[in-house]
């Protein structure tokens, strides 16, 4: 067993914010007490009685194939499908009167294939949610969904694009179209301006790979003038598993967020993208007890004492791994 004093938890290190606004810091007192619970529970292994924050599956399907994904590596062993009305309703009513303070309606696959996706977004912002997001490729960013977004009141809107040139881009986006994903996002920071309004934030994230690397102050220059905010995400290994690595890295997803599948399935965490970790379906039982159940407790205090690699899903987890890797370069 490992020294408690050696335990690593870090909140938010895969993220890093580089340019324009920090969509995490606003001048709103309840966004503030949940970013402050976002960063402390998991430093002082505290789980509260529900989850902030939950990752809402809408669908399982992408239109793009991108190398470095791992729906595009799993894309035969998932169960395609698009979440029902219903699911969404049984989440977001349980979360609003529990605390619940934020959803993503994106795990595995492209939210916005999703007919439905600005109904999802009202229902959770009429049920009083102050962070209501979602990470897309932006494909079909259409001006008619982006107004719809709009409408329904969309928080923020992570765009997933890999460097400034189209020959970069479209080589690790596979199947997508350079100037058709800029135009869409030049034309929905136009439609806010014109309608006279800030939301939804519009972030743009790349994986930092060699290629974005060596040019990233030209990355960061031509995204400056474009979007709200400039990040990046570390790359992770998601075809190399390394296994039974020893190491006190503790995950601090299960003390933040839960997620659910299209089809109701839940889930401690947003890497499980086998569902090693099921841990029951929406249609059978809460969001509640399942985040207080024994076996996830469990889970928390294996993590805790820094044995995460003996439990089968945590062991090879590309999350698990990336991190570790960057903490023993580090040393």
């Avoid at 974005?212 to 400039?230: A, G, H, L, P, T």
Wanted: net charge positive; proline share 2%.
């Amino acid at each position: 067993m490992f020294n408690k004093d050696r335990i690593v938890v870090e909140v938010n290190s895969n993220f890093h914010h580089v340019g324009g606004e920090n969509l995490f810091e606003q001048k709103n007192n309840k966004f503030n007490e949940y970013r402050k619970k976002w960063e402390e529970w998991p430093k002082t292994f505290h789980a509260g009685f529900f989850p902030l924050f939950i990752d809402i599956e809408v669908t399982s399907v992408c239109n793009l194939k991108c190398p470095f994904c791992a729906t595009t590596y799993w894309n035969k062993a998932i169960n395609k499908g698009y979440i029902s009305f219903t699911i969404v309703k049984r989440i977001i009513d349980e979360g609003a009167v529990n605390g619940l303070y934020g959803v993503k309606f994106n795990l595995r696959g492209e939210p916005l294939l999703h007919q439905q996706i600005h109904e999802f977004v009202k229902y959770a912002k009429q049920k009083g949610l102050i962070d209501v997001y979602f990470n897309t490729n932006a494909l079909f960013l259409s001006e008619e969904i982006s107004r719809k977004l709009i409408d329904a009141g969309l928080d923020r809107i992570s765009i997933s694009f890999e460097g400034y040139t189209k020959d970069v881009y479209e080589k690790h986006r596979v199947n997508s179209n350079f100037e058709t994903v800029v135009a869409n996002i030049e034309n929905l920071q136009s439609l806010k301006k014109k309608l006279n309004v800030r939301h939804p934030k519009v972030r743009i994230q790349s994986v930092m790979l060699s290629a974005i690397k060596k040019n990233f102050e030209k990355y960061r220059e031509f995204w400056s003038s474009r979007v709200d905010e400039i990040g990046y995400l570390d790359y992770k290994k998601i075809k190399i598993k390394s296994k039974n690595i020893k190491y006190p890295w503790v995950c601090p997803q299960i003390w933040q967020r839960m997620a659910v599948w299209w089809d109701g399935t839940i889930l401690p965490c947003n890497h499980d993208d086998k569902g090693l970790l099921a841990l029951g379906n929406i249609a059978k039982t809460t969001i509640k007890e399942v985040w207080n159940s024994q076996r996830l407790n469990t889970i928390r205090n294996i993590h805790k004492t820094g044995m995460a690699h003996m439990i089968n899903a945590c062991n090879g987890c590309y999350l698990r791994d990336s991190e570790i890797l960057k903490l023993m370069k580090k040393a």
